[in-house]
């Protein structure tokens, strides 16, 4: 089931992959806000449409949710605005090893504190290990951006 | 000091992915998982539209005379979101994060080495390949 689960999360990353490669070319001709724009509405369009057809009816409804619940999309839209914003101040090199490495560091609190109503899963050894090879594999990403970026 | 700055914003905005994906995936146990990901999308549609009614720059009217690919990447957001959803409270939001990066860091490295949807070629190296490998110890001992 966990193995199932996880070729899903690789697949997810697939995809998001691919969507930044597209993406990266209409936001070179009409900019990063109207992409961004552009890839919510058709996402929202889309998930209604699996909302109402695909999914079982749900004892709660979004409405009945707590409203801290439902914020998720501003993080991901300030994400968003702080790319258009730190990119071409920072580098495409340095951006990237930075925002995987709040992800990671974060991902790893909450698992740890089980904030946000999570379940725990607290920092073992196995994980500790995993957060230095984590480390090593940013040094390599960002040195070989770094070297195509001087490259041109 | 200014560029510490930047990255330090940069990186509460990865911090903030982290959040979001803690925050979706109790809620998709609750409201079911294709409503909390028409939730994000929802939202962040109506945040982006105000961003563009006050954006200084106006690139709605160009958007249309694109290509028609160019306009279809938005299709594997709910893709990435429904993925999230399902799988943050089965195997916790830091192994499902893990995951996530090693499908991007190997799908990127694919793409930029055939040069696919009109990305100059850039042959597989071994910075990246190592990076990869080292993402795949970390998946496995994580998990």
């Known amino acids: 089931m966990s193995f199932l689960l ?23 001709a009409v900019g990063l806000l109207t992409t961004a724009w552009l890839t919510f509405v058709l996402g929202a369009l889309i998930s209604v449409l699996l909302m109402l057809f695909a999914q ?29 914003f730190s990119v071409p101040r920072i580098g495409i090199a340095a951006a990237t090893v930075a925002v995987i490495t709040g992800q990671l560091t974060m991902s790893l609190l909450i698992d740890n504190f089980g904030w946000l109503e ?3 899963i607290p920092l073992d050894p196995h994980r500790w290990a995993a957060i230095a090879l984590l480390f090593a594999a940013m040094a390599l990403i ?8 001087a490259a041109g | 000091m200014k560029q510490l700055l930047t990255l330090a914003v940069v990186l509460a905005a990865g911090m903030g992915l982290s ?9 998709g146990e609750m409201v079911g998982h294709m409503s909390a990901t028409f939730c994000i999308f929802l939202v962040g549609s109506l945040l982006l539209s105000l961003a563009l009614i006050f954006a200084p720059r106006r690139s709605l009217p160009q958007l249309f005379s694109q290509p028609r690919w160019m306009l279809n990447g938005g299709v594997l957001g709910p893709v990435y979101v429904v993925v999230i959803t399902t799988a943050t409270p089965l195997l916790g939001v830091g192994t499902t994060m893990v995951a996530i990066l090693f499908g991007q860091v190997a799908t990127g490295l694919l793409l930029d080495h055939f040069g696919a949807f009109g990305a100059a070629r850039q042959k597989v190296d071994g910075y990246r390949l190592g990076a990869l490998a080292l993402i795949a110890g970390a998946l ?3 998990h």
Do not use: H
């Not at chain 1, 070729?7 to 936001?27: E, K």
């Not at chain 1, 009816?57 to 409405?63: C, G, I, S, W, Y």
């Not at chain 1, 960002?142 to 970026?149: D, L, P, Q, S, W």
């Open chain 1, 6 to 28: 996880i070729f899903l999360a690789l697949m997810g990353g697939a995809a998001l992959s691919v969507q930044s490669s597209v993406n990266g070319r209409l936001g070179g």
């Open chain 2, 140 to 142: 496995a001992l994580i």
């Open chain 1, 142 to 149: 960002y040195t070989g951006n770094r070297k195509r970026e």
């Open chain 1, 118 to 120: 999570n379940a725990r």
């Open chain 1, 56 to 84: 079982p009816p749900q004892a709660m409804t979004l409405l009945d949710a707590p409203r801290w619940q439902l914020t998720g999309a501003f993080f991901g839209v300030f994400y968003i605005v702080a790319m258009v």
């Open chain 2, 19 to 27: 959040v979001e994906a803690g925050l979706l995936g109790p809620l």
